[in-house]
């Protein structure tokens, strides 16, 4: 089914301790399309400057990726530099440039309207609040966040989870929102905010479904060497989201495969910078690893 993503285009200057990349392909929506875009077709609603590579359009869109609710907004794209030399899970930030996003109101364009699956990427909440009056109602919607929002804007936050299916955010925001201690009590709490199910994402320990009928968690796929865990996150969740819609399904028995999938993808993102790891790989890959993953995890 059809899924359509809301968020940011960007070119990101990373350092890790494997090494340093500037001014290459980022954005949580990036990630996030190329990502689903392994499953089914994306949506992309979006806001790039004049300064957008040609070659990166194009990566986009000759994997899936629809770029008709994409719009130029001015000269300079959004722009992010960090670090993560004081810990892999954990990024430093150098520098952010709104520029475009500044100001920058999306519009769903007509023909994506009806998108049954769609996915509000890490945002303003009064902005991601604003997609929903554009598209279908019975879509089934997720949303991600940050804690610049959770401590800036908490009310627009609250207001937006109770019209939400599902909350996905890591663990440490997960207690934040919360104002619980434990993972298991801020899990149970979110919920009562109004979301039916929150996915927490967890880095290298994996990640944690709550949902009012069970629980479930899994471990992350082992990678030898993270290079650079940028849009790792948004990865997963376009793992997620794009199993997801191309199942047509937000089962039990689907919501598990989804995670995994998810975490498949991610394990590939982290293996270099942007996105030169998923530009090397086909969905076969993504599956044989899935079942690579399944060994892992099995019991006898």
């Not at 604003?130 to 991600?144: C, T, W």
Request: proline share 4%; hydrophobic share 45%.
């Amino acid at each position: 089914m059809s899924l359509l993503v809301v968020g940011t285009l960007a070119y990101d200057s990373v350092e890790t301790p494997a090494g340093k990349a500037d001014d290459v392909l980022g954005g949580a929506a990036t990630y996030f399309s190329y990502a689903a875009s392994f499953f089914t077709p994306v949506r992309l609603v979006g806001v790039i400057g004049e300064d957008f590579r040609a070659e990166d359009r194009a990566l986009l869109t000759d994997h899936g990726v629809d770029f008709g609710g994409v719009v130029v907004g001015g000269k300079e794209s959004f722009r992010w530099a960090g670090s993560y030399l004081r810990d892999l899970n954990i990024a430093d930030t150098r520098e952010t440039h709104l520029n475009v996003l500044e100001g920058w109101k999306p519009k769903v364009p007509e023909s994506y309207r009806d998108s049954k699956f769609v996915f509000l990427a890490n945002s303003p909440p009064a902005l991601q609040a604003s997609i929903l009056g554009q598209v279908d109602k019975k879509a089934f919607v997720a949303m991600d966040t940050m804690n610049l929002w959770i401590d800036t804007a908490r009310s627009d936050l609250e207001a937006l989870m109770q019209r939400v299916d599902m909350l996905v955010c890591n663990d440490a925001e997960a207690l934040s929102i919360s104002g619980e201690g434990s993972l298991i009590k801020a899990g149970r709490k979110l919920l009562e905010m109004g979301p039916r199910i929150v996915l927490v994402k967890k880095g290298e320990h994996g990640a944690f479904l709550f949902n009012r009928e069970f629980f479930y968690a899994i471990p992350a796929y082992p990678v030898e060497t993270v290079v650079d865990p940028t849009g790792a996150g948004d990865s997963f969740a376009g793992g997620v989201m794009g199993y997801l819609a191309s199942a047509g399904l937000v089962s039990e028995e689907h919501m598990r495969r989804a995670m995994i999938y998810g975490g498949v993808v991610a394990s590939f993102t982290v293996q270099d910078f942007s996105l030169e790891p998923l530009k090397g790989i086909a969905r076969e890959d993504i599956d044989r690893r899935y079942q690579e993953f399944l060994r892992f995890t099995a019991h006898p």
